[in-house]
Each structure stands twice: as C-alpha cells, then as structure tokens.
C-alpha cells in the first residue's frame, strides 16, 4: 500500500480536482459566455475590462492549455506556470460580471494558490497547514456570508432546495410534511449548515485525520444535494483534502502537529 501511494502525486490530484470543478458545467458556462460576447453589457460598478465578453470567454478557455504545459514542461517551472494561468483565470472571472457571483472562482483561486505554492517542493506539514488554511478561509467565508436574517429563519434555502429542488429527498419532504413542517426542517437545515461551516472555519487547528472525517462527508452531502451543480464549488476542495490524507500517509512521522514548526 505505501509504495501505491508514493506513486500517487498530490499536486496532480488537486490540480484535476481544480480541472474538473471548472469544466463540470462546460455546456452551460461556454453557452453564457459565448452569449456574453454576442449581448455586451454594462454596469456602473465594473470597469469595462470586466464586463467584456471576450475577457471572460478567454479566461475561461484559458486553463485547458494547462494540460499541454505540464505535458511540454514536466518540471516545477511547467507547475508554476500552469498553476499561474489557473490562479489569474479564475481571479479574473471572479471579478468579472459573468463570474462575480458564482463560488466556483473563489474556491478556484483558492486551490489555484495553493497549486502555485506547492508546486516547489515543500516539508509535508508544510502543505498540509496551507491547505487546511485555505479551506478553513473558504468555508469561514462562507459561513460569515450567511449570517443574515434570510439564513437564520431559514427562508433562503426553503426556496433553494425545499421548494425547487426535484431530485431525494426534497419531492418527498414536500409530499409527506405539511408545509409548516417542511419550513421548520429548513430553518433547522439552515442553522445547521450556518454553524458547520463556521465550525469548519476552524480546521486550521485540527490534525488532518478529524478533519477529513468532517469535511469529506460534508461536501459530499452538499453535492448530492445540489444534484451535482456544487462540484464545481466543493470539488476542488474534496480532492485538496485527498491530497492532503496522502501527503499524511506518505510521510507520517512530520505530520503528527497540525501546525508547522517553526523555521530553524
């Protein structure tokens, strides 16, 4: 087993998890951005680079050339560079009109970070007290986000999930619970979902174990209930999480303190 996992790349692992996250919705995204190059648009807040259609059809297209760079390359340079096309892609299209709002270009400067960080060869503690940084950040982000009235009494995932969700076990909850039921399991569903987040915004200081055993089950959950459209938001952080169990596993006696030590 320790030999098939010294195989293993991590930092391949995350960079596919980061490429299937933004690629998991192609038909969709490319159809919008396509359109956005057809219908301009203009707003008062964003500057025109960031309202062009181009600039976001181009940063989308732009990481497929990753591929073929860590092909060509093969070398940490290759990684530096494929890691800096991801992390400005999708830097700009979290800026951008078209992208502004969709958490998939905040995870995916995320794990772009650490992608361009990690690909010099660093101490195994090292990257996995990055990593559990980033993903501390993203679902503390998260979780501070959602400290509304609308998350708290529950309202906006009743509409989200309870009431227009279609796939188990939004239909059933729906044809078995009167309605006033099926808003108290949604202020509960909310609240829950609210604290778990901020619970996962301190995973910073937990050892790697304890956390994937949260962490994987809830982003699991949250793609199965989001019939797969979160992939592209909590994938990458699932396979940065894998990676990160894998760095453990391979060089277990530096990985017992969850925080680095400090430089000699």
């Not at 008062?44 to 181009?54: I, R």
């Not at 009235?149 to 939004?170: C, V």
């Not at 793609?223 to 894998?246: D, H, K, M």
Request: some cysteine.
């Amino acid at each position: 087993m320790k030999n098939f996992l010294k195989k293993l790349d991590p930092w391949l692992i995350v960079y596919a998890g980061l490429m299937g996250g933004l690629y998991v919705k192609v038909a969709y995204l490319a159809a919008l951005y396509l359109d956005g190059v057809q219908t301009p648009v203009s707003h008062p807040l964003f500057p025109d680079f960031f309202t062009s259609g181009k600039v976001a059809l181009i940063a989308y297209l732009a990481p497929l050339v990753t591929p073929l760079v860590l092909f060509l390359g093969r070398s940490q340079n290759a990684r530096k560079l494929a890691a800096a096309i991801l992390l400005g892609a999708n830097a700009v299209l979290l800026c951008h009109i078209a992208g502004y709002n969709d958490a998939t270009y905040t995870s995916g400067v995320w794990v772009s970070l650490y992608l361009l960080w990690s690909a010099t060869p660093r101490e195994a503690k090292q990257l996995i007290f990055f990593g559990k940084a980033l993903i501390g950040l993203f679902f503390l982000g998260g979780a501070v986000g959602k400290f509304t009235a609308e998350y708290w009494d529950g309202s906006a995932l009743h509409d989200i999930y309870f009431m227009q969700k279609q796939n188990f076990p939004f239909p059933y909850l729906r044809d078995s619970f009167s309605v006033e039921t099926v808003r108290s399991m949604a202020t509960g569903f909310s609240r829950i979902t609210v604290f778990a987040e901020a619970l996962l915004g301190t995973v910073i200081f937990w050892s790697i174990r304890p956390a994937a055993a949260v962490i994987i089950p809830m982003i699991i959950g949250m793609i199965f209930l989001s019939q797969f459209q979160l992939f592209s938001v909590v994938g990458p952080l699932l396979f940065l999480v894998f990676a990160l169990i894998l760095e453990r596993a391979r060089f277990s006696p530096e990985c017992r303190d969850p925080l680095p030590s400090s430089p000699k």
